[in-house]
Every structure is written in structure tokens, then in C-alpha cells.
């Protein structure tokens, strides 16, 4: 799965902008890096939302276990890949009918999440047990949300393109070729939201996250970590 965002919906990250001018690497634009995803997986979709975001997912090379899915709703947009082990009793929580899959629920969450305020997203994410990673998109707010389980059970990256965007996806091989050093592995148990403006965990929500610099032989521009406070005890 594949989403590019322009800096008008999110600002590129100033660690990942930092690794690529470290260590220049050739890059494509945000057009091109789509191009590339739908010309090398077969029966791949993409879409285009507004002038800014762009959505592209494919069921080749799909794990049976961890599925790929696509919903819109009410101008919401998102990309799941994974299973929850507790979607029935999530589906009960937010009153969503039997049928209802992942992909729905997630929705239905950034919904409760944007519209119930004060509602912390921490809690959002961290009533959903399972493997995952998605991408969320709301038209109506141009608001931004992506989340990856505790375990990194399902890979996610994140990287800036030639021209400026930001992208999403679960190839690693893919943006590596498209965002050059620009590159990094989105933090397991964490979250992205553009209406707060910075990465979090969600396990640990007052902890900060850093980025550590990686190594010229890594394929990565930098590693985003949990930061751990200790407290004495005297």
C-alpha cells in the first residue's frame, strides 16, 4: 500500500529531510513513485484525493493472515493492512454491524476520534490489538492519521520524495528507491497526526520519540525511538 501527501497536509519530518541532504541519494517525484508502485504490482488501484494526496494499494504478494483493504466513508480515506484479534468487541463498542471489517472500524474510530472531543488518540489506537498499519485521510479537514501496532507485526515506512511529499508505504525497497536516505522505518506502537503535529507512541504518550542519525551503510536516513525517563527512587 502507497500514500503521498504534498507539504501542504504534512510538513515533512526535519530528521528525514536532514538524512537526505547528509547523504544525497537519487529520488523521484511523488508522481513517479506512484507510477513506479502501479507498473510493479499487478492489479494495483490508485486514486487521486484533491490536489495533494494520493492513494495507491495493490492484493498482490497479500499474506492471507494479514490482509489489505480500502474504504471511503464520508470523505474519509484509509488504507489497512492486518487483522485485529478484538474486531468484534470494537465492532460492539462503536455499534458497527457484524459484517463491518477492519478497514470500517478504523474509520469509524478517527470519526469518534475528530468528533468527540476530548477523545485522545493515544486511546484510539491502543484499544486495537492485533497486527496493523494504517493510513487515514479525512478531505473535509485535510487532516492526516497513521498508526503502526506495538509489535511492528506489519512493516510501514515513511519518506520524502524528489518534490517535497511525503509518502507511506509498506515496501521499504520501494521508497528506497523513490526517497533516496530520506528514509526511515515509521516507530512500532506509535502514531502520526497532522491535527497534533508530531509522531507519538501511543503506549507511552508523554515519552518523547528522537531520531538517531543511521549509519552511511544503512539503508535508512535515521531510527526513530521511544526515549525512556527514569525515575530514582531515594
Not at 471511503?72 to 488504507?79: G, S
Not at 458497527?96 to 485522545?120: C, F, G, M, T
Not at 484499544?127 to 492519521?145: C, I, P, Q, W, Y
Not at 531510527?223 to 531515594?234: A, G
Request: proline share 5%.
Amino acid at each position: 500500500m502507497l500514500g503521498v501527501f504534498s507539504s501542504s497536509i504534512m510538513s515533512p519530518p526535519d530528521e528525514l529531510v536532514a538524512a537526505g541532504c547528509r547523504t544525497p541519494s537519487p529520488k523521484i517525484t511523488a508522481d513517479a513513485l506512484v507510477k513506479r508502485f502501479l507498473e510493479t504490482n499487478s492489479s494495483a488501484v490508485s486514486m487521486q484525493i484533491g490536489d495533494h494526496a494520493q492513494f495507491a494499494y495493490s492484493h498482490h504478494n497479500e499474506s492471507a493472515l494479514q490482509p489489505r483493504s480500502f474504504a471511503v466513508k464520508d470523505e474519509i480515506f484509509c488504507l489497512f493492512e492486518g487483522a485485529l484479534d478484538n474486531l468484534g468487541s470494537l465492532k460492539q463498542q462503536y455499534g458497527l454491524a457484524k459484517s463491518a471489517n477492519e478497514v470500517i472500524l478504523v474509520i469509524e474510530a478517527y470519526k469518534a476520534l475528530r468528533d468527540r472531543a476530548p477523545y485522545p488518540p493515544n486511546h484510539v489506537v491502543g484499544h486495537l490489538s492485533g497486527s496493523f498499519a494504517f493510513v487515514v485521510f479525512d478531505k473535509s479537514t485535510s487532516t492526516l492519521f497513521v498508526a503502526s501496532d506495538q509489535f511492528g507485526k506489519v512493516p510501514l515506512y515513511w519518506g520524502i520524495t524528489a518534490d517535497g511529499y511525503v509518502a507511506f508505504a509498506n515496501n521499504a525497497e520501494l521508497l528506497k528507491g523513490a526517497c533516496g536516505k530520506s528514509l526511515a522505518s515509521f516507530p512500532q506502537g506509535c502514531f502520526f497526526s497532522t491535527a497534533i503535529g508530531e509522531l507519538r507512541s501511543y503506549e507511552n504518550p508523554k515519552n518523547k520519540i528522537t531520531a538517531v542519525p543511521a549509519k552511511e551503510e544503512e539503508i535508512w536516513g535515521a531510527t526513530f525511538k521511544v526515549t525512556w525517563e527514569f525515575i530514582r527512587c531515594m
